[in-house]
């Protein structure tokens, strides 16, 4: 039996949802409300912006949408960093979102990496 093509199945997707999921158990009470909900929009942005380039059935699309999400990712970290500063993390707290962050960011830049070769190789 074939195993269906399915974003679901990307491992950087995956972690993606799993962050997202710290990213809303550390900031779901904070008072500073535009702060949450930037930093809860940009970590859904990163998962979201997988599927929607992984299910464009185009490399070059998916190329795309998962350069879109690094952005996404970089928004994070650097609002994750932004939280420590302002104490509404610990210092524990951040290393391990970032930690989480960089592994998600060499995931996809491995994707990217892969996807290159492929286009070159089809040119």
Do not use: C, P
């Not at 679901?8 to 949802?17: A, F, H, I």
């Not at 997202?20 to 535009?34: A, R």
């Not at 185009?58 to 970089?74: C, M, Q, W």
Request: zero cysteines; hydrophobic letters at 40%.
């Amino acid at each position: 039996m074939e195993t269906q093509r399915k974003f679901e199945n990307l491992l950087v997707w995956q972690r993606s949802v799993l962050l997202t999921k710290q990213i809303y158990f550390h900031f779901h009470l904070l008072d500073d409300f535009g702060f949450r909900n930037q930093i809860t929009k940009a970590s859904v942005s990163i998962s979201n912006n997988i599927a929607e380039g992984f299910d464009r059935k185009s490399d070059r699309e998916f190329k795309r949408f998962l350069s879109i999400a690094l952005g996404s990712l970089s928004e994070v970290k650097s609002m994750v960093l932004t939280a420590f500063h302002l104490d509404y993390i610990t210092e524990e707290d951040q290393q391990e979102l970032v930690s989480q962050l960089d592994i998600i960011g060499k995931m996809t830049n491995s994707l990217i990496n892969f996807l290159t070769k492929e286009l070159e190789k089809n040119k």
